[in-house]
């Protein structure tokens, strides 16, 4: 039976998460604790342990407040909340999958604050504000966003799209699931169960006198080809794909059986993306660039002799303040058109970029190393991406 405590304390978990901007909460049953985790910047920290008694509570209040089934304990369950916190609407999405010591819970919270953060606040720099800017400008193309999930590529076409956000555009998004509401935007979210998928809900979406198209994810052949002819008959298109930086998206589309002449004709640009942790400004400490980095440092081009570590402060979690985007950015010119043939290759195309400069998603992080935004550390991490 429910009780007035358990209501509170589920939503002092959730009020603590969004206070502490954080996406996910992981509740999680051991033999003989509950373990409660925030993911906060792009990594799980602890929250509270709990005996283990509170678990049913928990989950029980939780399936009340999503309308699912408080019966059912043995398959999986997906549900949704919209969650009232301040004078905003918060939608909760719900996933409980059972494990050996009972039903485990991740509550991914989509707050629409998140997705109003502007495009100077993306942490890119004034060169790559003014590129992505001139993309919106666009009549027709399609602008692809990649990287894996978790990379920020959801934030930067909402970011993107309220670019694009003007009375005399038509604009129809087609999510899975829609994660922010935009007023003037047309936002549909696809259903598979019922048959609505990205390829087919595209083709009605196309009678519908679109000026703009957002598709979250081109995962399929008709998805990538409906997409493409779109571009190639007037409209704007954007959407993500599922690749590790710009060239391999390319080989990609081809893999897919997608025909080279409609990448050529179709494709205008290919953004990569990331995210890094952003170093607290509060309490970052100078530090000299050891030898061992000044040799990574000069492999990129740079030559800093002193970068920023974190600390840690009361302002901030082990020294760092949310994340930043860093991308790399490569317009498809006539140059490049002439490359996207059935023979081409990973290299060929990576070839292309260091010619005309096309920094690598390493070296743009090694940039914001530079420049004091992040540590070492963070780039670090797409070393072997490079």
Known sequence: METKDNVSFVNSIIDDAIIANASDIHIEPFEKILRIRLRINGSLIEYKNLDIEMHSKIITRIKIMSGLDIAEKRLPQDGRITYKFENTNIDLR??????????????RILNPEHFKIGMKNLGISEQEISMVEEFTKF???????????????????????????????????????????????NQIQINEKIGMRFDNTLKFVLRQDPSVIMIG?????????????????????????????????????????????????????IIAQRLVKKLCPHCKQKVKVTPEQMEIFKSQG???????????????????????????????????????????NLQSLKEFGNKNQVSGLFKKAMIQVQNGNTSFEQAMRLYNEN
């Open 217 to 269: 994810e081109i995962r399929d052949t008709e998805t990538a080809k409906l997409s493409m002819r779109a571009s190639i008959t007037g409209h704007k298109v954007y959407s993500t794909i599922h690749t590790d930086d710009a060239y391999q998206s390319i080989i990609r589309l081809m893999d897919m059986g997608v025909e080279d002449y409609m990448i050529r004709a179709s494709v205008k640009v």
């Open 139 to 185: 009549e027709n193309g399609l602008v692809l966003i990649c990287g894996p999930t978790g990379s920020g590529k959801t934030t930067t076409l909402y970011t993107m799209l309220e670019e694009e956000n003007t009375i005399d555009k038509n604009i129809i998004t087609i999510e899975n699931p829609v994660e922010y509401n935009i007023f003037g935007i």
């Open 94 to 107: 719900i996933s409980i999958i059972n494990t050996i010591y009972g039903q485990k819970c991740v509550i």
């Open 302 to 344: 740079l030559n800093p002799t002193e970068i920023y570590a974190p600390v840690g402060c009361d302002k901030c979690r082990n020294g760092y303040d949310n994340r930043l985007a860093v991308m790399q950015i490569l317009k498809v010119d006539d140059e490049l058109r002439n490359l996207i043939k059935k023979d081409a």
